[in-house]
């Protein structure tokens, strides 16, 4: 199911919406057809789901251990959700 409002960054108020994921392919293609198609691979579709701008964060310790991954707002650079 696609996401189509991301919010906003808890501590800037940074908008983490990016633009429909259709509307991007058909500045793209400038195809209706060619866009539905190449936004359906992203789970979007024509006026629903967006880009988000949040920044996904995944690290490991010094002894290769995974950390908890989470999103970092590009604007204050803080975790955001």
Known sequence: MPTTEHGSCTHC????????????FFQKYGDEDEATRASEMYGASKGSGRWGKAIYVKSYDKDYNKLPSYYKCPECGEKCY
């Open 13 to 24: 108020g940074y908008d983490l919406n990016g633009n429909y994921i259709w509307d991007d």
